[in-house]
């Protein structure tokens, strides 16, 4: 036992190493633009935890010059989807023109070489085998995908809840209309900091017909963090599959998909990876690919092959090849240390404002129910009006939401925010509630 544990962490090592040596290999963007560099402010890092490197400004500055930002307003909207490293752009344009000397020729012949290598990279950031990775454009298409091929019948029944991304219960409420499916909602009064709490109310909704549970890992609304873990674990004794919405936690959180120990997995890489904008990627535990119909066509509808999903015909080439720069990068920073400094991020600002009178946060600070997303609002100004205050008068976009029980605005930074801006951002808060009646 200890044996093959060893053999596999080894086996674990020497791969993480190879895509390494991929993030450095001498010819690919990355290495020219970032990897000497790079490599020097993480031997100055190396002896030090991810919670101390999320505080070295040294070290992330470095990772800051890396994006091309716009140097006049602060986006602070990260959550709703995230600007690429200029390598990943570079990549893009790069594949684009090729691309444009003899489309058919460079794209189905040459291109899609790298399709095979880069669902290896992506499994192994995921920690899964190739097998259950496919490549797509998005969160909706990667779980709508699941969400309709599933095979649910009249009266199965499955407990999402209210904040789940609406894509997803437009999904479930179609499948009710047209098959008659029972879908039912939860209502969570975020921030919750009880995880039984949680597990327990998708426990009490089941009934003898329920089939599936759809959890989103990070409340897109205020980032609370589910505990995906005990949800799958208590579903599988009730022998219920789990579909989790990772469009905010893949590339974000330091996470292994298996280890969640759900059935299904849909994530978008241009959110927190920093992928070309139009690129996702689907998780299927191999054992269930084949009983999941593809959206699509496919001459093996019910074959075992995660491929079969990948029949989107003509599409970006060059967005979907780009990935492999941003799982280059996000491979260089390391996902525990990324996880770490936009955690610092938003608690750099959070913390600053939390006791303002008048301000209101809506997202735990504790560091395993959020990380990048936070929730605020300030009593006496709608959510709508502290958006257009926050930008009309600091240029902080950012993002107001009312929707179903939250009513805020969202601040979400990324690794290229700076404390600078974080400081404009509380200063703007400290400035809108004192005025506010
Ligand atoms: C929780 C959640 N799921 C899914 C999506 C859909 O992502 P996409 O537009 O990339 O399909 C979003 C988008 O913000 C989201 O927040």
Redesign the pocket.
Known sequence: MLNSFMTNNRRSFIKQAAVLTGAFSATSLFNQAHAEVWKSAERKVAHLTPQQVATDEDFWAEIQRAYTVSPNIINLNN???SPSPLVVQQAVERYNQLTNEGPSYFMWRILDQGREPLREKLALLAGALPEEIAINR????A?NTIIYGLPLKSSDEVIGARL??P??VQAYRARATREGIVYKQLTFDFPIENDEQIVKAYEDAITSKTKLIHV?H???YVGQIMPVRKICDMAKSHGIEVIV?G??SFGLLDFKIPDLNCDYFGT?L??FLSAPIGS?MMWIKKEKISKVFPLLCDDNPQGADIRKFENLGTRSFPIEQGIGEAVNFQMAIGSKRKEERIRYLKNYWATKVQHLPKVKLHTSLKPEYSCAICGVSVDGVTPAQLDAALFNQYKIHQVSIVFENVSCVRITPHVYTTLADLDKLVKAITEIAGKAT
Do not use: F, P, Q, R
């Open positions: 959550g709703g989807v998005n969160s909706t298409e779980l789940d991304y894509h997803m989103t990070i409340v897109n919405d469009a905010h978008s241009h959110k996702g």
